[in-house]
């Protein structure tokens, strides 16, 4: 009996002190994604590559607004989100106890004003997409006069671009490329 008490002191503790203690998790673990609005720019990438399709991005053309959602129900903790994330705004946490009592705890929501156009004064991308595309081109060594000489371009929506782009209708002649037809 000495013996087997010499030897679970030499053992020590055989059980951990979880819940009250953190439980030690691996670097690699893939916890609950951690979403910082204000490192994000909207850009719907996550939303994209998130197989269960446990993020989403929703856009009200009325207020002006583009909503991303995370339902942590539907996270299969893959790590495409952070994968894909340009600027680094999702993290995967060591975070592994989700369980809540109330349903709505397991939704996130940020919401994210958009850009009107220029042009025609439609919302047409996300605002901190279009300025994080300016730090870009600045970054990437274009001057600031440079970027704000194209700043109409990047305030134009995709419609409006292509307005500007195609030449007036009755200059071009289209019968001189269909077939049967010699001009």
Not at 86 to 113: G, R
Request: proline share 5%.
């Amino acid at each position: 009996m000495l013996k087997l008490f010499k030897t679970i002191l030499k053992t020590g503790e055989a059980t951990l002190k979880y819940p009250f203690a953190p439980l030690p998790v691996c670097d690699n673990f893939r916890g609950k994604p951690e979403h910082k609005p204000e490192q994000c720019i909207a850009c719907a990438a996550c939303a994209v590559a998130c197989p269960a399709n446990a993020l989403t991005m929703s856009t009200d053309a009325e207020a002006g607004t583009i909503t991303w959602s995370f339902f942590v129900g539907r996270c299969i903790f893959c790590g495409r989100c952070e994968e894909v994330c340009p600027t680094k705004a999702i993290v995967l946490s060591p975070e592994f106890e989700l369980a809540v009592a109330n349903a709505a705890d397991m939704y996130q929501h940020a919401t994210f004003k958009l850009a009107k156009c220029a042009q025609c004064g439609e919302y047409f991308a996300p605002k901190k997409e279009v300025e994080y595309t300016a730090d870009l081109l600045k970054h990437a060594g274009m001057t600031t006069e440079a970027v704000e000489s194209i700043s109409d371009l990047l305030h134009t929506c995709t419609d409006c671009k292509r307005k500007q782009n195609v030449p007036e209708a009755d200059k071009v002649e289209f019968t001189r490329y269909l077939k049967g037809n010699e001009a």
